[in-house]
């Protein structure tokens, strides 16, 4: 029996992050774009925003575990280091 959990869906380009929270119903709840800053790596920029992104979701959703949702792509770079963000602001994956 498979456990039901609200999804953080991440979607990457090469100069921007995607991210949206999505209920069990499938409604989304938050989303947020982020544009990569041009003097920083996309690796650095990636954990600041999801450091911000979780407290945003520590405020209006809590802190309840979370299914994280990467569509095929790799854990690595960016996206790995998103993860690592939600961790430190206290989300749990």
């Known amino acids: 029996m498979k456990i039901k959990r ?6 990457k380009t090469a100069n921007s992050v995607f991210v ?3 209920d069990i119903s499938g409604k989304t709840v938050l989303g947020k774009k982020y544009k990569f800053e041009l003097g920083k790596k996309p690796v650095e920029s990636a954990k600041e925003f999801g450091v911000n992104f979780g ?7 809590g802190k309840s575990p979370y299914y994280y949702d990467r569509k095929n792509k790799v854990y690595h770079g960016s996206i790995k280091t998103f993860a690592e963000g939600l961790r430190e602001a206290g989300i749990e994956i």
């Open 20 to 22: 949206q929270v999505v």
């Open 6 to 11: 609200n999804r953080i869906i991440i979607d």
């Open 55 to 61: 407290g945003l979701m520590i405020k209006s959703i």
